[in-house]
C-alpha cells in the first residue's frame, strides 16, 4: 500500500492536516495522543475525563464524530479498550466518562492532568441523529451506560428545536453512583423533561425509588424514537415496555457493549450473531438485535 493510500485509510488524508488547530480528523489504526486537561470526579468509580487530542507536532486536532460513536484508548503499556464518547460533538472539549472495570480502566483513570494517552477512532455507527429530528425522544439509561447517552442529550439540548417532545429515563444503584448530576438543570431548562430514580435510596434521597421502567410509566412518553444504554436486563425490560406503549422497534435503538481488541471489524472479538459490534453498531435497533438481547 502506498504511503498516500495508508494516509487515507487512517484518515489522515493530506488536506485533513492543511490547517492545524482546526483540522476535524479520523484516525483508525494508528493511535493520535490526547493530552488530559481536565478530570471530574462523577462518583467513587467514575471520572469525566475532558482531552486535547494532538497532532504529530503537538498541536490541537478536532475529532469528528456524532453521538454514540466511541474511541479505542490505550493506556501504554497496559492496552487499549473501547469507551464511548461522552461529550457532544456540538461542545468542547471532548470527554470520556470511565468506570473502573479492570487494568485499562484502572490505567485511564490514574492519569493526572497534563498526561498523554492515546486515542483512536471514532468507530461505530452513532446514534441515528438526522432521523430523530422532528420526533418525539425518549433516552433512557441504566448505570454507567448513561454515559453514552450525555452525548446524544447535550446534542439535543444544543439543538432543542429540531426535536420534539424529549424525555431522559435515568436509573442508577445509590444517588451516589448517579453522573452528571450538575447538568440535569440546564437540560430541563432547554424543556426535556428529567426523570431520576435510584435503586436504593439514603437518607438525603427526596426522589424516585425503583425501576426505570416504573419511572416510565410515571413519564408516560409519547411514541416516538428511544434510545437506550444500560444493562442487558434493563434494556430488556425497557424495550418490551416502549413497544407495549405504541414504540415501533426500528425506531428504538439500543447502544451494545462487547469486549474489543481492533474497533475496526478485524479481529472477531466482538461478534453478535452475524454482527460485529464494532463496525455495525455498537447502536443496533431493537427489530434487529431483540432476538440476541
Ligand atoms: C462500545 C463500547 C463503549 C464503552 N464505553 C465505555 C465507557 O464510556 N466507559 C467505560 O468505563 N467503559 C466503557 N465500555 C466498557 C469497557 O470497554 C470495558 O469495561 C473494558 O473491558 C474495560 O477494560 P479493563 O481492562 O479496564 O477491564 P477488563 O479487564 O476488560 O475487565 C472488565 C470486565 O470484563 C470481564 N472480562 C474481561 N475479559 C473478558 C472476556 N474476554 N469476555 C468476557 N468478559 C471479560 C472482566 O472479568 C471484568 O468484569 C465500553 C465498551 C464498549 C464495547
Ligand atoms: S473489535 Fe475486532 S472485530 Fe470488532
Redesign the pocket.
Known amino acids: 500500500m502506498s504511503k498516500e493510500s495508508l494516509k487515507m485509510e487512517m484518515g489522515l488524508h493530506s488536506s485533513t492536516l492543511a490547517h492545524k488547530g482546526t483540522d476535524k480528523k479520523v484516525c483508525r489504526y494508528v493511535p493520535l495522543q490526547a493530552e488530559v486537561i481536565d478530570i471530574d470526579v462523577e462518583s467513587s468509580n467514575t471520572y469525566l475525563i475532558s482531552l486535547r487530542p494532538l497532532d504529530e507536532e503537538d498541536e490541537t486536532v478536532r475529532i469528528d464524530y456524532s453521538p454514540g460513536q ?1 474511541l479505542m484508548v490505550s493506556v501504554f503499556g497496559l492496552g487499549e ?4 464518547i ?1 461529550s457532544s460533538p456540538t461542545r468542547d472539549p471532548l470527554q ?4 473502573e ?6 490505567g485511564i483513570m490514574a492519569s493526572r492532568v497534563g498526561d498523554v494517552m492515546g486515542i483512536r477512532g471514532p468507530f ?1 455507527n452513532g446514534f441515528p441523529v438526522e432521523k430523530m429530528k422532528g420526533r418525539n425522544v425518549v433516552i433512557t439509561g441504566g448505570g ?1 451506560g448513561f ?2 447517552l450525555r452525548s446524544l442529550i447535550n446534542y439535543i439540548a444544543d439543538n432543542r428545536e429540531k426535536f420534539r417532545d424529549v424525555t431522559v429515563a435515568y436509573g442508577a444503584r445509590t444517588p451516589q453512583d448517579l453522573y452528571f448530576t450538575s447538568e440535569y438543570g440546564s437540560w430541563q431548562a432547554t424543556g426535556i423533561e428529567v426523570g431520576i430514580t435510584v435503586d436504593m435510596m439514603d437518607a438525603s434521597w427526596k426522589g424516585n425509588v425503583g425501576l426505570v421502567t416504573s419511572l416510565l410509566a410515571d413519564l408516560n412518553p409519547s411514541p416516538g424514537t428511544a434510545a437506550l444504554c444500560g444493562p442487558p436486563m434493563m434494556i430488556n425490560a425497557v424495550a418490551k415496555d416502549l413497544v407495549n406503549r405504541g414504540f415501533l422497534k426500528p425506531e428504538i435503538y439500543i447502544s451494545l ?4 481488541k481492533c474497533g475496526v471489524g478485524k479481529c472477531e472479538h466482538c461478534t453478535m450473531g452475524p454482527y460485529h ?1 464494532c463496525t455495525e453498531g ?1 447502536i443496533f435497533s431493537y427489530d434487529v438485535v431483540g432476538d440476541l438481547l
Open positions: 466511541f479498550c473501547p469507551i464511548s461522552a470520556i466518562c470511565v468506570r472495570a479492570g487494568k485499562i480502566t484502572q461505530g454507567s454515559a453514552t457493549e462487547r469486549h474489543m459490534v455498537p
